[in-house]
Structure formats: C-alpha cells, structure tokens
C-alpha cells in the first residue's frame, strides 16, 4: 500500500498531482505503466497518472467538483462499477 504522509505545503515528490506514488509502486512491483490502468475519483489523480506514464485514465464522480470540460481522463464514470465495462473493451 502507498500513501502520501505529507501536508500540501511539504512540497513533497509524493503528494498528487505529483507521479511519486505510482513511480515508487512501478519500481517496487515492476509495473507495466504503459499497460496499466488508473482509478481515481479527482483530477490530481489523473495528472499524476499521467505523468507517470499511465495513459488510460478512469475519473469517477463521487462527489467532487469535476470539471469534466478540462479533465484529462481516457474515461468519466458515473460509478466504478462501470469501469469493467471500459477496461475489458
């Protein structure tokens, strides 16, 4: 499991929009980026994604303000049970 202990100001290499996360886990677990898949429910997510090599994006609205005009999302859901549907096509 990752997570990013530090507060918005840390300035930090973790904290999303920043790709620390998901560049730690590629390294540790020999991840396929450039097959990989991302789930998230706000556009720090996707951009961090993003710059970490992952292009196919999936952004769920689960409350957040999205603004969907300007997102950078492969995918916008309703709901993550609808992403089986967009990553087996």
């Known amino acids: 499991m990752f997570f990013c202990p530090h ?11 920043k790709p620390g996360l998901f560049l730690n886990a590629k390294d540790q677990h020999d991840i396929d980026m450039n097959n990989s898949w991302m789930v998230g429910d706000k ?40 992403t089986n549907t967009v990553i087996r096509s």
């Open 7 to 17: 507060a918005p100001d840390d300035n930090c290499h973790c904290r999303k929009p």
């Open 43 to 82: 556009e720090t997510d996707i951009k961090a994604a993003n710059s970490a090599g992952i292009s196919q994006t999936v952004l769920v609205r689960s409350g957040h303000d999205i603004n969907e005009s300007y997102s950078q999302a492969t995918y916008i859901l309703d709901s993550i049970l609808q």
